[in-house]
């Protein structure tokens, strides 16, 4: 259990894995292995590649999975001739209530600033999407021992102009790059290092008592082995799972690791 009054979280990201029929066998093994050992007190968010949301969606809303839905990515603007993206009330419409921003693979394949970042932040808490607004620096960054310093500014930058009416409207996961999908993870201490400035940067942005509401979560190489690690640390409170949300007993272990 928190010794916060946050409410921890485990979310996966798929990433582009899984078909429309996969996807569906998924959420639907994670259903049942959720269902068949209750967690109390966890928030739980998949979120499919873009084409799966409604198939995801259809086993939340027909099993009652117990398990919120999430998108990937959006597009800032409300609607219009933006081939290939995805609007935030196309995403509420297929029952997404989170969306992943920022991730590190968009910022490096898609070229996504952090001013991107921003508007998308907007556009999403406009429609009561809360965005996971990924933040997280390079190997080079990281050798160069200047990690925090740059976190700090990424987060800085991306939440320029965001306005939230409550911190449970915004959550944050720090992902530092060469832990992600690598096997490398950082340490417990290293996250809790990065996590604490980045509540410490909230705090200056938002104030104490809504900064105190805002969920930092670590990801890069998490999984059942590792995850209760992080979670003992005073500001990571949960995980964003890549690889091992592909695995429903594994990505089931994580919830139950968070509910202890
Ligand atoms: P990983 O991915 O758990 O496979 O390292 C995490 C992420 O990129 O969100």
């Known amino acids: 259990m928190p010794n916060n009054n946050r409410t921890r979280m485990?979310?996966?990201?798929?990433?582009?894995?899984?078909?429309?029929?996969?996807?569906?066998k998924l959420a639907q093994d994670l259903s049942n292995e959720l269902k068949a050992n209750p967690v109390d007190g966890v928030d739980v968010v998949v979120c499919p590649p873009a084409i799966d949301i409604?198939?995801?969606?259809?086993?939340?809303?027909?099993?009652?999975?117990?398990?919120?839905?999430g998108a990937q990515n959006c597009y800032w603007e409300e609607s219009g001739a933006y081939t290939g993206e995805t609007a935030p009330n196309m995403l509420v419409d297929a029952g997404c209530t989170y969306c992943i921003i920022g991730h590190s693979e968009r910022r490096g394949y898609f070229g996504e600033t952090d001013e991107d970042v921003s508007k998308k932040a907007k556009a999403l808490i406009a429609h009561d999407i809360v965005p996971?607004?990924?933040?997280?620096?390079?190997?080079e960054v990281r050798e160069a021992g200047t990690h925090v310093s740059f976190v700090v500014a990424q987060i800085k930058a991306a939440l320029s102009g965001v306005e939230i009416a409550d911190g449970s409207k915004l959550v944050i996961a720090y992902e530092p790059i060469w832990a992600i999908g690598t096997g490398k993870t950082a340490t417990?201490?290293?996250?809790?290092?990065?996590?604490?400035?980045?509540?410490g940067a909230l705090n200056d942005i938002y104030g104490a008592d809504k900064a105190d509401a805002i969920r930092v979560l670590y990801g890069g190489s998490a999984k059942p082995g590792n995850v209760a690690g992080f979670l003992s640390q005073p500001d990571v409170d949960g995980a964003l799972v890549g690889g091992a949300s592909l695995k429903a007993p594994d990505f089931a272990a994580m919830v139950e690791k968070a509910g202890e």
Request: hydrophobic residues 40%.
């Open 10 to 24: 485990i979310a996966g990201n798929w990433k582009m894995n899984e078909t429309y029929s996969e996807g569906v």
């Open 188 to 199: 417990a201490d290293d996250a809790q290092e990065v996590c604490g400035a980045i509540r």
């Open 54 to 69: 409604k198939g995801v969606s259809g086993v939340i809303e027909f099993d009652h999975a117990p398990f919120a839905l």
């Open 132 to 139: 996971i607004l990924c933040c997280g620096e390079s190997l």
